[in-house]
C-alpha cells in the first residue's frame, strides 16, 4: 500500500530537518547521507524517494533552516525591552546558546560560502541574502537611507565574528563576543542616527 502524501510530507520534513541541523553544526564536506538518515532515524532507500543527492538535499536543507531561522520570525516575537535589530545581534552572536532545532546556516558555514559545487555555493549565498534583506527591511523601516549596504556589512561582521569566536577558548570567547556586539550595535545605531 503506497503511503499518503501527507506521510510523504512528514519523512521529507524529518530529512530536512536533521540534515539541517548536520550541515549547520559541520559544513557540507563533514557531513555524510548516512549520518543525516541515522538522525532523521530513517533507511538510505526514504532518502532517494526525496532527493537526487547530496547537493540537492543542502540546497533543501539551507533552504529549510533560513525559513526557520530566528532571523525569519515576526518582529513582535523578539521585540520586548530591547530593539529588534538589538535583540538579533545579540540572539546571533550567542551561538553557543542558539537554538538546536533550527541552528542558523549563516554561523557555521563560513567554508561553504567558497566550497567547489556550484550549489552549496548558491545555497549559502541565498541564506546570506535572506539574512541581508530581512535586516535590510527593518532598518529601512527605521528610516536608514542606506539600509542595504548597513544589513550586509553587519552580516559580514556577524559570521566573521562567530568564524573567529569558535576558534578561541573560554573565557576570550565570551569577552570577544561581548566586544563585537557592542560595535555592532553601536555602528547600527550610528547608521539610524546619520538616517534621521
Not at 36 to 54: D, E, L, R, V
Not at 145 to 158: H, I, M, R, W
Amino acid at each position: 500500500m503506497p503511503y499518503s502524501s501527507q506521510h510523504k510530507e512528514q519523512t521529507r520534513q524529518r530529512i530536512l530537518q536533521a540534515a539541517a541541523k548536520l550541515f549547520c553544526s559541520h559544513g557540507f564536506d563533514r557531513v555524510t547521507l548516512t549520518q543525516i538518515m541515522k538522525q532523521a532515524n530513517m533507511t538510505h532507500g526514504a532518502f532517494y524517494a526525496h532527493f537526487s543527492g547530496k547537493s540537492s538535499l543542502y540546497e533543501a536543507a539551507m533552504q529549510f533552516a533560513t525559513s526557520h531561522a530566528f532571523w525569519a520570525r515576526d518582529d513582535k516575537q523578539t521585540e520586548g525591552k530591547e530593539t529588534h535589530i538589538k535583540a538579533l545581534v545579540t540572539r546571533y552572536l550567542s551561538w553557543s546558546k542558539s537554538d538546536k532545532e533550527h541552528p542558523s546556516p549563516l554561523e557555521f558555514l563560513v567554508t561553504d560560502a567558497a566550497h567547489k559545487e556550484e550549489k552549496v555555493r548558491q545555497a549559502y549565498q541565498a541564506c546570506f541574502d535572506s539574512l541581508v534583506d530581512r535586516l535590510a527591511g527593518i532598518l529601512k523601516k527605521r528610516g536608514s537611507q542606506e539600509a542595504k549596504a548597513l544589513a550586509e556589512e553587519t552580516v559580514v561582521s556577524l559570521v566573521g565574528t562567530v568564524a573567529i569566536a569558535r576558534s578561541f577558548a573560554q573565557p576570550l570567547q565570551n569577552d570577544f563576543l561581548k566586544r563585537a556586539k557592542v560595535r555592532i550595535v553601536s555602528r547600527l545605531n550610528s547608521g539610524l542616527k546619520n538616517a534621521t
